[in-house]
């Protein structure tokens, strides 16, 4: 292990029976495919529509089949039977009101060209992720009918769950909703099983420091500063905490109009502790609404530091401008919790293989 990777002795891995074969979907700057990786996914294909995604995927990973463009224009059907579907599809909205119509009524949506890639491809289980946010929206039926589609198209869909970063070896208090199916051929003989959680909450400390997470002190690395103004605000915030700490004058200054609506806006003008876990980061670390100040340096997190709170090795190198790697790490899904969900859709597909 080099120095740039990080420790994995928490992880308990299952061997895949054979090297089971997958696609990628959306895939972005990599952690959900990295994590899959590590669990023993072989990837066939990885698609994605951002050209720095891809072309950071093609950087770290020569060999993968990185397809770059519209995924409306990639015929799945010659990847048919494959093991494994995944992919973060973007989540725009559509009509729950005239649904009766399935998959047609998604039409235009990426949902609906997820939906597809699983129609051509028939992949014995999926694994769809999304914001938390998904499970609510448009209170539960827009959930409910990318379930029916699913079922339709003859899988077997476990109950959504939404899972928090921090109880599988992320230092950050990111939550993902994660929907598994199994195809109604395979479901009746076998039972996803979800990761199990762990009792150890990682901080900040662990994700930049030597120690349990990563075998050396994070480098140095470029990134965004704050406006002279933001930065004269943030030095008075204490590590853990936020715009309530400010003298009160300060606070009015700072919030303006927002100082007098309800809510505690606990993202604004916040610096991260070293003892607890970071925030849930975004595409932009130093936007008004979603400060996340370095502990003891009044500036925002830098790009490798951004990356270890995703868990992403020191070795994974993002491409395109400043901006863009935020963007990438940002929209990520942290790569030992898609590590962890790897390893349980492993155990499924090893329970598959033995009843075929």
Known sequence: ?????????????????????????????????????????????????DRAATETLRRNRP???????????????????????TGGFPCQAFSYAG???????????????????????????????NVRGLKSHDGGRTLQTMIEVFESMGYEVC????????????????E??????????????????????????????????????YTCDVPPSPGQTYPEKKKRVLDMVPPGGYWRDLPLSEQKAYMM??????????????????DEPSLTLTCSPAQKQ????????????QVREYARIQTFPDSWQFEGSLTNQYKQIGNAVPVNLAFAMGTALVRLLNDITEVQ
């Not at 074969?21 to 066939?44: D, N, P, T, V």
């Not at 399935?102 to 949902?111: A, I, V």
């Open 257 to 274: 109009k927002s100082f007098y609506l309800g809510g505690g806006k606990t993202g604004i003008a916040r610096r991260i502790a070293w």
């Open 1 to 49: 292990m080099s120095e740039a990777e990080p420790l994995q002795s928490f992880f308990t891995a299952t061997s895949p029976s054979y090297h089971y074969a997958s696609i990628e979907l959306f895939a972005g700057a990599g952690g959900m495919a990295l994590g899959m990786e590590r669990a023993g996914f072989r990837h066939l294909l990885l698609n994605d529509f």
């Open 99 to 129: 649904r009766k119509r399935g998959l047609e009524d998604t039409r235009g949506t990426l949902f609906y060209e997820f939906a597809r890639a699983l129609k051509e491809s028939e992949p014995k289980v999926f694994l769809a992720e």
């Open 290 to 301: 979603t400060e996340r100040c370095h502990p003891e340096e009044t500036r925002p997190f």
């Open 63 to 85: 060999k993968w089949n990185v397809v770059h463009g519209d995924i409306a224009e990639i015929d799945f059907t010659p990847y048919r039977g494959i093991d494994l579907l």
């Open 159 to 174: 109950k959504p769950r939404v899972l928090k970063g921090i109880h599988f070896a992320v230092p950050q208090k990111r």
């Open 176 to 213: 993902r909703l994660f929907i598994v199916g199994i195809k109604k051929e395979y479901a009746s003989d076998v039972a996803f099983v979800w990761p199990k959680e762990s009792s150890r909450i990682y901080t900040l400390k662990d994700a930049l420091k030597k120690g349990s997470l």
